[in-house]
């Protein structure tokens, strides 16, 4: 996967993967080839280390302000990422990667969804990454809206919160 300089790709399959969590190694690697994600080096245990990262990318996600967010953000990155470097290691092209050769499937997604949410904030807005505002979901999403005023994970939990203001009016 190529992060875009939107960092869509990779904020987009984490949003998928905290919502919808994979059930197994299997799983996770289908979900990422969906994703268009080349997955390498990986290991048993990367289906548990991808759990964790997700667990941890959603403290990003529920930080109560700007400030936290970055601060949670920034240290995932320390913890994560290492320089970028150009690299054409499939022969498809010259591109960026902020991790090591060689890192596992879990080190692979930690680079891409943690630096993917970092290009995402930056460059569309730090507070468009949130929980659905409908009163009986808490999915996530990433706007990726061109206005940026998305409250709901998806047009049915629009609408239906829509109705229930309408009733209750």
């Known amino acids: 996967m190529h992060i875009n300089p939107y960092g869509e790709g990779p904020i987009l399959l984490a949003v998928d993967l905290a919502n919808d969590p994979p059930v197994d190694l299997a799983d996770l690697l289908r979900r990422c080839d969906a994703h268009d994600m080349l997955a390498e080096e990986v290991r048993p245990e990367d289906f548990a280390g991808c759990r964790a990262l997700i667990d941890a990318w959603l403290t990003v996600v529920d930080a109560d ?7 949670r953000l920034n240290a995932l990155l320390a913890e994560h990422a290492s320089h970028p470097r150009l690299t054409d290691h499939a022969g498809s092209g010259w591109h960026i990667h902020y991790r090591e050769s060689g890192a ?16 995402h904030l930056t460059t569309r807005g730090m507070n468009r990454l949130s929980r659905c505002a409908s009163s009986d979901c808490d999915a996530v999403f990433a706007d990726v809206s061109r206005n940026g005023r998305q409250r709901y994970c998806s047009p049915r939990c629009g609408s239906r919160e829509a109705v229930r203001r309408h009733r209750a009016g």
């Open 65 to 71: 302000d700007v400030r936290a967010r970055v601060e």
């Open 104 to 119: 596992t499937l879990t080190g692979q997604l930690a680079v891409l969804i943690l630096t993917g949410t970092a290009l």
